[in-house]
Each structure stands twice: as C-alpha cells, then as structure tokens.
C-alpha cells in the first residue's frame, strides 16, 4: 500500500495544472502487479484537461493490463480527494466489487473504500455490444 501512495504522490509532482493550481496524483495497482501512476493535465481550453485517475487508467491500459486491485488518490490541496464522477464511472469499468480506493493525503492512506462503495448502483447493460 506505501508503494501505491508513494506512486500516487510522484505522479502529483508531475501534475500539469496551471489553470486550476490543483494538483491530483492516482496510481493504481493492475492483475498484473504493476502499478500505473498518473496526474491530471489541463489545457489553455479548460474542458479538454483530464484528471489524474483518467491518465492513470490510460498507462494501465497501454501497459497491457486491464483490471484494477487497488487505486490511491492524493491531491496536494484537499485532505481527501474522492474521484469526480467521471472517473468513478472509469474506474468502475476495470473495477472488481472487492477494488480498493485509498484516498491519502501528503503522510499517507487516510481512508479506505471500495469503488462500488463510491459508485452504488453504477450505470450496467448487457444490451450493448
Ligand atoms: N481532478 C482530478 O485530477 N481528479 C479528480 O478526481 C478531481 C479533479 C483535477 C481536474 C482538474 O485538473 C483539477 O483537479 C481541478 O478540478
């Protein structure tokens, strides 16, 4: 779990995130064992800026893998940073019922959930595809 917060935390240092001075850094680790970090990036034109959890998600899937064990948020201006709604619908897609969210601060994990804990009820078809 220390690896996981350390990761996140680095990946907060590379944040690009000149407009909103926010600072978000994820890391998740994969099936694979792997740990995939990633910072929010912003953009001159605001809405094409993405978070933290999504370039973390982008890694992972570059990365080869495709299920998340457990994923740790920090973000250097809020105690505990939960995922926007968009990522939680993110995350929920390579997500297990037993996936494990640390929300940390600059010391480390204060609190841990699970993504179906942030996501009841989470968006679910099988009349697609
Ligand atoms: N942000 C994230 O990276 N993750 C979240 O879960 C919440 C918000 C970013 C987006 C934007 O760059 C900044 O934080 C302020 O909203």
């Known amino acids: 779990m220390q690896d996981l917060f350390e990761a996140a935390r680095g990946a907060m240092a590379r944040a690009h995130a000149p407009y909103s001075k926010f600072p978000v850094g ?4 994969a099936e694979d064992g792997a740990i995939y970090a990633g910072a929010n990036i912003e953009n001159l034109s605001f809405p094409e ?4 959890e999504t370039t ?3 890694h992972m899937i570059m990365g080869g893998a495709k ?3 457990e994923v740790a948020v920090i973000a250097e201006k809020l105690a505990l940073c939960p995922p926007c709604g968009g990522c939680r619908q993110r995350l929920a897609e390579f997500s297990d019922a037993g ?3 640390y929300l940390c ?3 480390g994990v204060k609190k841990t959930m699970t993504i179906a804990e942030i996501l ?3 968006f ?4 697609i595809g």
């Not at 994820?26 to 680790?29: E, S």
């Open 26 to 29: 994820a890391a998740i680790r």
């Open 120 to 122: 009841p009820h989470s």
């Open 124 to 127: 679910a078809t099988d009349v």
């Open 67 to 69: 299920r998340i064990v």
């Open 49 to 52: 800026g993405w978070c933290a």
């Open 99 to 101: 996936t494990k969210l």
């Open 105 to 107: 601060d600059e010391t």
């Open 56 to 58: 973390a998600i982008s």
